[in-house]
């Protein structure tokens, strides 16, 4: 029915705009509107006061607290009397209310009144906003707290003990900072303000409470030092005439749990994308590494290596402990945003990892130990100062992530990750926000793709909710290397026994020969080796190509080599087939038809049969 039939109108109306704002913002509470929407406008019931609207479906203590307030608004604009709040009585007579959730305090039975529950004390989550706020605040001298903290002052002081920034958003799709937590704090009447024009802050008597609470939780993990401690178990300092005067805490919600995210994995490599991503951010549009590096020279083509008795025999240049220091190297594009693009150069710096930017063949992030004494590793046989360590990492969010699928550049990384020789591969997947929508369409497809890192590639994926996080991470394992590398001696294979056709049955022989030792190669030859399209041999190349079609995965096209061996011999069986409709369709059932024997991930529907067929056997 319209909604003017509905004997509701003016709740139904507000709920409609609270519905339609929620159904913009892509918020969750579009649901809840609409149930509540759709239980009042079918209601046979008039009401008169939104308190007793909790009997529909969709209707909490808090939508019915805002119609109230609405109407208060309403009431006193158009000079009406404020219905009281009674329930309405029971209707005489057998007839139950079939749209009554519940009955009304009037109706229920005489029962036991329940017993309240005590308010929980408010602890801020450790290393949130209101933590370090806080935390920050009660640091100060005596003199300090009673005049305040501007905010310049305060965001430097909190920032420290807080794992989200309170001057940039967690990422480009957002636009609030930890300093959002401040309105929390002033809303549970734990800080105040004072001041104009320049607004400081301070904290009230409950609020020198809280800090005590989080005093007794950062000592308990080791965060704050003994004079730290001493300044937070201080009594509070003496209120000022100024300073209001601390009403009782209110008791603060019960945090809900937070819900446990199942991660299914599918172990199936088909990536089959459709729909349109116009609407993807900028920011992950995808880019080439360059191809005209400055180092592709460095290291020759070279011949195929048969076997290992074609290999190099070679004395390694050994660099001892102590001699060199384990460094960052970060991608020059690895930026926040086009108009804040030396975030992450400057958080890792302040987390004491200044990395060296610049622009990286393959990878985003990667690790070098570069010598302490300048020109020493050229003289031994090796460019430059830096070695390149066994770890390197590919950064994605996670709409970059489903544009990489979609636009192939998912299995181009991965197979360049391959190639490259290093034997630790980390993806990093930031998790930002998404249309619930629009990332549905992609969910099954970014889990297979996930599981194929892990499973059929071996590496490893770490997930992170922001920007922040994955700065951590870098910095974290930036120690670790710097732990793990820097006491012990490391091997150094000479630019020149290397070639684009040895490197890797190098590699693979040095692994097996001697494990104990680690085996690298300095940074030019490194980038050298990514950057040449020589690198890849025939086989390579070939199924680049089949991996073009549409739903043939890496494990497909190497099934397709193992039975025809070379492109040449692929377009000879499909000509083989003969002319007419006879042959269209024996060219459409050839692949099908010989690898039929295939189960699992490596079976090849009839579907992509026909899509290789047109590709392979249309002349």
Not at 357 to 373: K, P, Y
Not at 516 to 533: E, N
Not at 597 to 612: D, E, S
Request: hydrophobic fraction near 35%; charged fraction near 30%; glycine fraction near 6%.
């Amino acid at each position: 029915m319209p909604d003017e039939a509905c004997v509701n109108p003016l709740f139904l109306q507000w709920v409609k705009e609270w519905w339609d704002t929620a159904r913009e913002r892509n918020s969750k509470g579009a649901t809840t509107y609409k149930h509540a929407y759709d239980s009042l406008k079918a209601c046979p019931i008039r009401f008169e006061h939104p308190s007793n609207l909790q009997q529909l479906r969709g209707f909490g203590p808090k939508i019915c607290e805002r119609l109230t307030e609405k109407l208060k608004i309403h009431c006193e604009e158009n000079g009406l009397p404020m219905p009281s709040r009674r329930s309405r009585k029971r209707q005489s007579g057998p007839e139950v209310n079939p749209w009554a959730a519940e009955l009304s305090e009037e109706e229920q039975p005489a029962r036991a009144a329940k017993k309240p529950r005590k308010a929980k004390p408010y602890v801020p989550a450790y290393r949130s906003g209101a933590y370090a706020l806080v935390l920050a605040l009660s640091l100060q001298d005596e003199n300090a707290a009673q005049v305040g903290m501007t905010k310049p002052d305060l965001i430097e002081a909190a920032q420290p003990h807080c794992d989200a920034s309170f001057t940039a958003p967690p990422d480009p799709t957002k636009y609030y900072t930890a300093w959002a937590s401040m309105k929390t704090l002033s809303q549970k009447e734990l800080v105040y303000e004072r001041g104009r024009p320049l607004k400081r802050y301070a904290l009230t008597d409950e609020g020198w409470e809280v800090a005590k609470r989080i005093r007794e939780l950062a000592a308990a993990r080791g965060d704050l030092g003994e004079a730290a401690a001493a300044r937070i178990a201080r009594p509070p300092p003496s209120r000022t005439e100024d300073q209001p005067e601390s009403k009782p805490p209110r008791a603060a919600p019960e945090s809900k749990p937070s819900r446990a995210r199942p991660e299914t994995i599918a172990l199936d490599d088909d990536d089959d994308f459709g729909g349109n991503m116009d609407d993807v951010a900028d920011a992950a549009a995808p880019y080439t590494k360059s191809e005209n590096s400055e180092y592709k020279d460095v290291v020759a083509d070279g011949n195929a290596v048969p076997d290992d008795s074609a290999l190099p025999h070679f004395a390694p240049i050994r660099l001892a402990p102590g001699s060199f220091t384990v460094e960052l190297v970060l991608d020059v594009r690895e930026v926040r945003a086009k108009t804040d693009r030396d975030y992450m150069q400057d958080q890792l710096t302040k987390k004491g990892c200044p990395p060296i930017m610049r622009s990286l063949e393959l990878g985003d992030a990667l690790w070098v130990a570069r010598c302490n004494n300048p020109g020493w590793l050229a003289r031994m046989g090796a460019e430059s100062d830096e070695v390149v360590l066994d770890w390197i990492v590919e950064r994605k969010r996670l709409d970059d992530l489903i544009g990489s699928i979609r636009d192939g550049r998912f299995h181009e990384q991965k197979f360049r990750l391959r190639r490259s020789g290093v034997k630790n591969v980390i993806y990093l997947v930031e998790e930002i926000s998404m249309d619930a929508m629009h990332f549905q369409k992609y969910e099954e497809s970014v889990r297979s793709a996930i599981a194929s890192i892990q499973v059929v590639n071996g590496y490893f994926l770490k997930r992170t909710q922001m920007m922040d996080e994955s700065i951590r991470y870098l910095a974290s394992m930036t120690k670790l290397l710097k732990k793990v590398y820097e006491g012990k001696p490391l091997h150094v294979i000479p630019t020149k026994v290397l070639t684009a056709k040895n490197y890797l049955p190098l590699l693979k022989h040095l692994r097996e020969k001697q494990p104990s030792a680690s085996h690298h190669i300095s940074y030019p030859a490194f980038a050298s080796l990514v950057s040449k399209s020589d690198l890849m041999t025939l086989r390579d190349l070939y199924l680049k190509m089949l991996m073009c079609t549409r739903g043939v995965t890496g494990e497909k096209a190497i099934e397709i080599q193992k039975v025809w061996k070379t492109p040449y011999d692929f377009v000879k069986a499909f000509e083989q087939c003969g002319p007419g409709e006879e042959g269209k369709r024996k060219r459409a059932d050839l692949v099908s038809d010989r690898l039929s024997h295939l189960v699992g991930r490596k079976k090849i529907p009839r579907g992509v049969c026909q899509k290789i067929a047109e590709v392979w056997g249309e002349a």
